[in-house]
């Protein structure tokens, strides 16, 4: 099922791209949170609400773009959790810095996460402890590992949060680098980084499928308590803060 995931993800990217590489000036509309939506977020969301339907229309779908009520998804233990474009602020800039995430839920957990990016075609996946990452017709095993001087990723559209500052303050010696959407997750699974700390708001789908493949890559995602990010079902779809290391 994952090779069908990861194919899945590839061609909402390329419906992504469509709208991204477009002449005219993107159309750019609010949701309900200020968050914005462009035709490539529903594009995305569409193919992938019907592919997942087709590989497993036994498992339910939360999706950014069509999040179920809490009635309906209260007793769910095992779902699909999506966010069809991840980085929409990213796109309208322009930037390429912007994903397809689609990860598997169990009692909680992500078991199994792809991250595609349209814009550089490179995609991500992981399932159990194997992560992977294809790029240049290539499939090559990726592993969280740490550095002498550590890597810190943050978001680059939330990197002036005070709470922020102050952590990094505290540090010891470390590189900074600012990156948008879930390829902060990636970074620390394939060892390009090794922290991602995050004291701003996210929602679940932001975070899933990234989280599954920094499991798989051998690194952890724990709030500022020490416990596992968890994916039960609750009537929030926010996260707490959190931070994604290989330490």
């Not at 990861?6 to 968050?35: F, N, T, W």
């Not at 349209?118 to 969280?144: D, M």
């Not at 997750?185 to 708001?201: D, H, S, T, W």
């Amino acid at each position: 099922m994952l090779r069908q995931i990861c194919q899945l993800a590839r061609e909402a990217g390329a419906a992504i791209m469509e709208v991204y590489q477009a002449e005219q000036p993107l159309q750019v509309e609010h949701k309900m949170d200020d968050s914005p939506v462009t035709a490539a977020d529903i594009a995305a969301h569409q193919i992938i609400k019907a592919g997942l339907l087709r590989i497993a229309p036994d498992i339910p779908l939360i999706s950014e773009e069509d999040p179920p009520a809490w009635e309906v998804r209260k007793h769910w233990q095992r779902y699909w959790l999506v966010d069809p474009l991840d980085g929409t602020k990213e796109f309208i800039r322009r930037n390429g810095e912007f994903t397809v995430n689609i990860a598997l839920i169990e009692n909680g957990v992500p078991v199994m996460g792809v991250v595609y990016v349209p814009a550089q075609n490179v995609l991500y996946s992981g399932q159990g402890r194997q992560a992977r990452k294809e790029i240049h017709g290539q499939t090559l095993p990726i592993k969280a590992h740490t550095a002498q001087a550590p890597v810190v990723v943050v978001s680059r559209s939330h990197k002036d949060d005070e709470e922020l500052k102050d952590y990094l303050s505290q540090l010891g010696v470390h590189h900074t680098l600012s990156v948008g959407s879930s390829l902060k997750f990636c970074m620390v699974a394939e060892g390009k980084a090794q922290l991602y700390p995050r004291f701003g708001p996210t929602n679940i789908w932001d975070t899933a499928a990234g989280h599954a493949i920094v499991i798989a890559a051998g690194a952890h995602v724990t709030d500022w308590e020490g416990k596992t990010l968890n994916y039960s079902p609750r009537e929030s779809f926010l996260n707490p803060g959190f931070r994604v290391s290989i330490f």
